[in-house]
């Protein structure tokens, strides 16, 4: 079955220093989206990508978060400058139509990010 | 963002008892979805309700829409171990995206 897949599994950063999380969504899908969960908390969403630019992003997805597609088959997620309270699971999901409709997503295993 | 509220938040039973889990929602969506997630991995989908009223069965679980669009509920038969898990559900609008429930929680007794 196509998965999705997320790499590292695991990243440890000091606060300050950029992250880059790396995400190969599955090959025939056009929509893709980050999403996080803080410990114990929501999955909640932070932006979605389409035909290579932002189609949506949350009040979360600020000025310190960027996304790219840089090839055909990596979908990054950039963050510039990590705080304590970006630490959390980043989720990365693929779907092959649009969001908020009948297509379902399918999401990668996470990266869990912890900040020191 | 769109407010999902889930009940309960969290559920614990012993193997063979039945469970509903419930999403309610002030809004309408055009489509509901819910997933199970397993701790260390992403939600899996387990079923789309995009018609009022419409109910989808899988296996032992057995998901509704509610008419008027705004709630969903997941019920689950002769609950068994391994549908231990957070249970998710999600609701979205064309040209909006999924914004996920509070989650419940469900452990089931051996």
């Known amino acids: 079955e196509p998965e999705v897949t997320q790499t590292p599994s695991h990243q440890v950063t000091q606060m300050g220093q950029e992250v880059i999380l790396r995400c190969v969504p599955i090959s025939n899908h056009l929509y893709f989206y980050w999403y996080r969960q803080i410990l114990g908390q929501k999955v909640e969403f932070l932006v979605s990508?389409?035909?290579?630019?932002?189609?949506?992003k949350s009040e979360i997805f600020d000025d310190q978060f960027s996304v790219e597609r840089p090839d055909g088959s990596n979908f990054t997620l950039k963050i510039r400058s990590t705080k304590l309270e970006d630490s959390a699971m980043y989720f990365c999901?693929?779907?092959?139509?649009?969001?908020?409709?009948?297509?379902?997503?399918?999401f990668g295993s996470g990266t869990r990010l912890t900040v020191v | 963002t769109q407010l999902l509220e889930q009940s309960p938040q969290f559920l614990s039973i012993q193997e063979g008892e039945n469970l509903t889990v419930y999403c309610n929602s002030s809004s309408v969506f055009s489509s509901l979805q819910w997933y199970r997630q397993e701790p260390g991995e992403g939600p899996v989908l387990l079923v789309t309700?995009?018609?009022?009223?419409e109910v989808k069965k899988l296996k032992r679980l057995t998901f509704q829409f509610g008419d008027a669009r705004k709630d969903s509920s997941l019920h689950i038969t002769a609950a068994q171990p391994g549908d231990t898990g957070l249970y998710l559900c999600a609701g979205g609008r064309p040209g909006n995206q999924f914004y996920f429930g509070t989650g419940t929680s469900l452990t089931v007794i051996p």
């Open positions: 309700v995009v018609t009022g009223g």
């Open positions: 990508f389409y035909n290579n630019e932002i189609s949506e």
């Open positions: 999901a693929s779907s092959e139509g649009p969001g908020g409709s009948n297509y379902g997503y399918t």
